[in-house]
């Protein structure tokens, strides 16, 4: 009797035991589960409290309009300027020349044509409309022609600061049209680039605590309410976090994902070791030949030049209002702060040349246009609060931040963006890399610099994702 209540008592524990594992292998699947994709925010960034009655859903047209009173307005502002005379020799060292800034004020007051690069903007079809209280500008350009029994593919393009969606007018009829531009027409896009809110023509949140988790629910919903239940995603600078944050909230509609600028918050003691021992012994880090061309020697060109060019975004993530005050009041203030991260993010040896080697990537129109977006706009000031709300909390604090992302992953690793990330340390974070390609040439605004090599790069990304999905169709 003994034996066999000790038996019973024994098949009890073990029933007790073997519940409590299983209870616990399903709770760490789900919680997994729940952690592997980012919650889609209801959020209301209008004016005041949210409206019961249902929100507009509606797309209306929309086209770039400037009144003569405000080029008269503009044109008095640069008649005003003040100059300081820079120190000798100093070139782009110290900031942006003002000895070059006279000229570029000079062409911009007497040679350069707003009203024909409005015309130039309004080439392309554009729209609003209103997504959680606020408006939301987009370009939408299908293509013209496509190949018997093909179909376009839904890309959105995500810019950043000081940028605007005016860096993707060069690169998007390569991607809408290839075959008219000599690249290969088996992949052609439907291509949609929204303004970030806040930024251009987009309204900007009335509401603290918008940031690239924001925005991409913003964007998610503007895809699904153009009708792409799939489709791709594309950026860099913010336009990176933003369609990271985007594929881990919706990894099931973004086909893939596709990125010219890569940064890993959580940096870990691997990487902390391989910054100092990578030299040395790159096999051990998983580094290539391009990637220590890049990264070495490491405190001249991670940490120095760091310290050297992230000024701007301190002030930004911590009193935007202060100086952003004088840039929307400054036109040629606010051309001095845009256009000097157009000479050192393209080229950091630009920082050495006297005219911030800016007219060896762009022309002065284009330049310029980027810069009266956001002049016509007023919207300098919100688009620099957008640095506050992602990194007024800290680096590494947010839950986007520790998730990995699932989706196919694409990117083309330029050799003048600021900061080089190898593909052992973006694997970390990007679990499905499935292209990583240093390119040729190309800083910090690809499209906007070499569009011929972007669009190139993301038409052989999009081509293995859809081989590869293709044979798992197949069941191989």
Known sequence: MIDLCFSLAVIMLLEICLTLVL???????????????????????GKGQKSDSQEDVTIQPFQVETSEAELIDLFRRLDQARFTEPLED????????????????????????????????????QFKTKIEGIDVHFIHVKPPRLPEGHSAKPL???????????????????????????????????VICPSIPGYGFSEAPHK???????????FYKLMLRLGFNEFYAQGGDWGWLICTNLAQIAPKHVKGLHLNMVSVTNIG???????????????????????????????????YR??????????????????????????VGLAAY??????????????????????RKYNMDDLLTNVMIYWVTGCMVSAMRFYKENLGKGIGTQKHEKLPVTVPTGVASCPHEILHTPQSWAQKKYINIVSFN??????????????????????????KVEKDQFWRAKGK
């Open 208 to 218: 603290k605590g918008f940031n690239s988790v924001s925005a991409a629910c913003i």
């Open 338 to 359: 845009i256009l000097e991260k157009f000479s050192t993010w393209t080229d950091h040896g630009f920082r050495d040349l006297e005219d911030g080697g800016l007219e």
């Open 156 to 190: 959105l393009m995500v810019h950043g600061w000081p940028g605007s969606v005016y860096e993707f007018y060069k690169i998007i009829p390569l991607l809408t049209d290839p075959a008219n531009h000599g690249l290969s027409d088996e992949h052609t896009f439907e």
């Open 438 to 463: 240093f390119m040729p040439r190309g800083g910090h605004f690809a499209a906007f610099e070499e569009p011929e090599l972007l669009a190139a790069d993301i038409q052989q990304f999009v081509g």
């Open 306 to 331: 760091t310290l050297q060019e992230s000024g701007y975004a301190h002030i930004q993530a911590t009193k935007p209002d202060t100086v952003g005050c004088g840039l929307n009041d400054s036109p």
């Open 269 to 303: 003691v691997t990487q902390l070791l391989s910054g100092l021992l990578g030299r040395y012994f790159p096999g051990l880090f998983g580094f290539q030949t391009e990637d220590i061309r890049r990264l070495f020697p490491f405190l001249e060109k991670i940490v």
């Open 23 to 45: 209870g616990m292998v399903v709770y760490l699947f789900l919680t997994r589960k729940r952690d592997e994709t980012l919650p889609i925010e209801e959020g209301w960034w």
């Open 90 to 125: 100093s070139r782009f060292q110290y900031g942006f020349n003002s000895t070059y800034l006279k000229k570029i004020v000079s062409y911009w007051r007497n040679q350069f044509d707003w009203k024909k690069q409005v015309e130039v903007l309004n080439m392309y079809s």
